[in-house]
């Protein structure tokens, strides 16, 4: 994943709320199997190493933020050890036919997730984090941000 990607993940983190974070995540698992396949494609096996690694730790993340009193999540928990069983089999057998298989089943999941979110009205999860403003100026190739300085960013007494 580039370093304008990450920051961009990281800009959209501050301001989401917890649907929008899952939406977030599944965005970012994609992006890391994307590094995989280019890694495959360009014989680079550290890379895609590295990019099995990461979209593990995504998947991992999804099973520890899950709240069991809901029947749902054990069933998410075994979606996503699925998952992860897959990612290891892309390493061991050196193909992408699994990872072709969890991205079609994940893109179901992540569908799901996102007509949900459309139904979360809860705001940011993060309440220091800078206000970021779209829209004010345009750069050369796209639309610039800003952020509001004047905010109190950290501890609140």
Known sequence: MTSEKK???TRR??????SGLVLIKFEMLFDYFDDICRAFHENNQQAA???????DAVLKSFQETLDFKYEMSAQLFSLYDFHRRQLAKVLMRHSLEELEQSRNMLQQT????????KQDKSGPLMKNAQQV???????KNDLNESYDIGSSRGFLA
């Open 7 to 9: 920051q961009e993940y």
């Open 13 to 18: 983190i501050t301001q989401a709320n917890r």
């Open 49 to 55: 190493a590295n990019g099995v690694h990461y979209a």
């Open 110 to 117: 992540y569908e799901a997730f996102k007509k949900a979110a």
């Open 133 to 139: 403003y779209a829209g004010f100026t345009y750069g």
